[in-house]
């Protein structure tokens, strides 16, 4: 019986494409081996174990041919599919499957399929923490992370040397053989990997000893990266071919740095703006004040009206942050906190008191159209 790759995937069946794509993100990142280096192996195992079924799942549910197959048979392969696992990963997302409707479109059609050719390389996620300043002003970092790459010793054809290895008779060294196949519309002539030499077009008379007839390695790499001026939280930077190898002339996959941004103690964030709050004296709130508040930059005075209210915004033109695209910077937008004095002396309050009739005169806007609303009820 199939898996429920919805289950797997944590989503339900009328989940959206980009639904399945971020819950793939999130538990393909949960369970990447880069982050059980230290873990016990039962510990790797699972976690193995669980981002292929995760990778699996996935590349099922975003194809909409496997997907459209699935939902109607419980198999990806349709009605004449042994269905999911039961057949293997053969790698990460590296399945060499049969798509039965794929394979009936381009019979129609007279297209090919997009996997006959070299495979190119996963892409990798690598989690990168940065300041709340790093991610405004742009900063260098050097990333470092685990991927497969092609074996130098037999450059990538798994035979020692790169030499001890014959061509597949089967397939002729295309590393794909036309099959005839029995369909609901009858026979059908469709084209899939070599299910001798694996699609590599090779047999491997003697296995390279570095990676064991496998072709590829696994090694630590770094790079170092200009993260420019304004990235936010959750955002990307993707760097070309720096990912997984990929099959014989394929290209690599690609690194894809996604962004954890650390909060600020002072400053909100709002795209490009700024948001901070500024507590004042009740003075400072009757008479006005000048007071120099910090900024990204530099320190800045800002004026305080006479009357100022609680919860007033004051906007400061850019002092925000950088635009990704552009040279121009969004604003900063100051919330005006009356600060009230608690714990009164009894002759502060007797002052107040006097203070209170002083300010009788005065112009109360909100008390005057409250006390105007209790009057008319």
Known sequence: MAANYYEIL??????????????????????????YTNATESQKAEAEKKFKEVQ??????????????????GSEDGPMGGGGFSQGFGGFRDFGGFDIFSDIFSAFTGGGRASSGPRAGDDIE???????????????????????????????????????????TKCGGRGRITVSQRTMLGMMQTERVCDMCGGSGKIILESCPDCKGKGKVRRQRSVKIKIPAGVDNGQMLTMRNEGNAGGPGAPNGNLIVIFNVLPHPLFKRDGVNLHMELPITVAQAILGA???IPTLSAPVKIEIPEGTQDGTIIRVKGKGVKHLRSDSYGDLFVKVIVDVPRNLSGKQKKQ???????????????????NKIIKEL
Request: hydrophobic share 25%; glycine share 6%; aromatic share 12%.
């Open 126 to 168: 690598v989690p990168l923490t940065l300041t709340f300043k790093e991610a405004c002003y742009g900063v260098e970092k050097e990333v470092s992370y685990s991927r497969v790459e092609r074996c130098d010793s037999c450059k990538g054809t798994g035979a020692k040397d790169g030499t001890q290895y014959k061509t597949c």
């Open 56 to 73: 699996y799942a996935y590349d099922v549910l975003s194809d909409p041919q496997k997907k459209a197959a699935y939902d109607q048979y």
């Open 290 to 292: 000048e007071i120099e």
């Open 10 to 35: 944590g989503v339900s069946k009328d989940a959206s494409a980009d639904e399945i794509k971020s819950a793939y993100r999130k538990l393909a990142k949960k369970y990447h081996p880069d982050l």
């Open 352 to 370: 107040l008191k006097e203070l209170e009739t002083v300010l009788a005169g005065g112009k109360y806007d909100k008390l005057d159209k409250y």
